[in-house]
């Protein structure tokens, strides 16, 4: 399909990407896991459910120019932050092979996809015009 993927709605795109999230997600054996697309929009982000009651949040980087040592930065950055006592950050998991950055060829794109897993972060989303209130509280 190539670049017209891109051209169809976007719940045939989410449909699609859901799938490969499913593949992606087999790289960190987690066992059985429910899956929902949360936000699709630069990049697809989705909610994963374990049986045992973890949680977890997967991104595919969709449209984004990030290179596998930007992704690494991310990652090797956020865990940083998980040292400070004032800040709460989600904790990237490796994949089975040990790896944070985790690839699948996408059929539908044409496109060799990378995802990053992350331990579920709870809280609220305050989306892109957040308030004056929420920045202060951020």
Not at 6 to 25: C, H, N, R, V
Not at 69 to 74: G, K, P, R, S, Y
Not at 108 to 127: C, K, Q
Request: hydrophobic share 45%.
């Amino acid at each position: 399909m190539s670049a017209s993927f891109f051209l169809l709605p976007a719940e045939t795109q989410i449909a699609s990407f859901s799938e490969a999230a499913k593949m992606l997600l087999k790289q960190y054996d987690l066992g059985d896991l429910e899956i929902a697309c949360i936000l699709f929009e630069f990049n697809a982000t989705f909610s994963v459910a374990t049986q045992t009651g973890s949680k977890y949040a997967l991104r595919i980087n969709v449209n984004s120019t990030r290179t596998p040592e930007n992704m690494l930065a991310e990652a090797a950055w956020v865990s940083h932050l998980q040292g400070l006592a004032a800040v709460s950050v989600a904790t990237p998991i490796a994949n089975s092979a040990g790896q944070y950055i985790t690839t699948l060829q996408h059929a539908d794109s044409n496109r060799t996809i990378a995802a990053i897993l992350y331990t579920w972060l709870a809280g609220e989303d305050i989306r892109d015009e957040p308030t004056l209130e929420q920045l202060q509280a951020l």
